[in-house]
């Protein structure tokens, strides 16, 4: 003797259980920003030259190995 589950007929209200805001949508909402980050413009050059010195490494390696499979690819398509 099982009983039927009356299911309520599922009507949609238009509400999200989950925020879709994409970056670079036109529908965006933007939020204000909220960093409180004082800093001095001595402080943010010394933060950009800190930035520099710790990926001109990997960009100059990145170029070498470029650079030295071109070669190599040149060599072997001779």
Wanted: glycine content about 2%; proline content about 4%; overall charge positive.
């Amino acid at each position: 003797m099982s009983k039927k589950k009356n299911k309520d007929e599922y009507i949609d209200d238009g509400h999200t259980v989950y925020n879709m805001d994409v970056d670079g949508m036109p529908y965006r909402r933007v939020k204000p920003k909220d960093d409180n980050l004082n800093v001095t413009k001595a402080e943010k050059k010394a933060i950009i030259k800190a930035a520099f010195a710790q990926y001109t490494p990997f960009i100059i390696c990145a170029i070498i190995c470029f650079i030295i499979t071109m070669i190599i690819i040149s060599f072997w398509l001779k």
